[in-house]
Structures are given as structure tokens and as C-alpha cells.
Nanobody
Framework: QVQLVESGGGLVQAGGSLRLSCAAS????????MGWFRQASGKEREFVAA???????YYADSLKGRFTISRDNAKNTGYLQMNSLKPDDTAVYYC??????????????????WGQGTQVTVSS
């Protein structure tokens, strides 16, 4: 079992940046694949990015170039750096993790562990 706690969300103006953190506890985080999803009001939860234990990264095509996922295994923490934020990026952002080799990274049903989410609001 692993517990995930997101932080770093908040209110930012369009064009600004935020860095979200996902602190993991309970087991060795370095062996887990970690991901970020987001869910805007009235919409389904969607894939943002993922990073495997070895560092290979994956992004939603629409976010590539603005968002960067990373991890610090020594700190048991994952990060999502978000730049050039737009009002459409407003959502609750969730951290996810799994110790299996996930093939369908972009599907919410593929992930076992989830954080409680952190709100990101981008004003125009």
C-alpha cells in the first residue's frame, strides 16, 4: 500500500506557472510508475503525464511542451511543472501510482493508488 498526498495547487493568472508535488509514503516509491491526471468540473478525469521508475516519460499530446513530469526517488516525491498555464487548465489534479508495469497509462482504470487531488485555478 502507498499513500499519495498532492500539494502545490492554487490560483494563478494565465501565463503563469505552478509546480505540483506528490509525496508518497508506505513503500519504496522508486519502483512505482507515477502519473498525473486532472478533472475539470463536469468532465471526465483525463491523463496528463506519467513517468516510469526508470525515468521514461509520457504526456498527453495537447500538453506536451508546457508540462513536465519528474521524480525525486530519494525524497519519495513526484512533480508536475506546469508552465504557460491557460484557463482551460483549471481542474483538480490527481497523482496516481502503481507498482505494476502499466501498459494503458492513459486510462484511469489502470492505476491502483490515488491521491486526494489538489485544485488548480487559472484566471484569465
Amino acid at each position: 500500500q502507498v499513500q499519495l498526498v498532492e500539494s502545490g495547487g492554487g490560483l494563478v493568472q494565465a501565463g503563469g506557472s505552478l509546480r505540483l508535488s506528490c509525496a508518497a509514503s508506505g513503500r519504496t516509491f522508486s519502483t512505482y510508475t507515477m502519473g498525473w491526471f486532472r478533472q475539470a468540473s463536469g468532465k471526465e478525469r483525463e491523463f496528463v503525464a506519467a513517468i516510469r521508475s526508470g525515468g521514461i516519460t509520457y504526456y498527453a499530446d495537447s500538453l506536451k511542451g508546457r508540462f513536465t513530469i519528474s521524480r525525486d526517488n530519494a525524497k519519495n516525491t513526484g512533480y508536475l511543472q506546469m508552465n504557460s498555464l491557460k484557463p482551460d487548465d483549471t481542474a483538480v489534479y490527481y497523482c496516481a501510482a502503481d507498482d505494476r508495469f502499466i501498459v494503458a497509462l492513459r486510462q484511469t482504470t489502470a492505476w491502483t493508488f490515488w491521491g486526494q487531488g489538489t485544485q488548480v485555478t487559472v484566471s484569465s
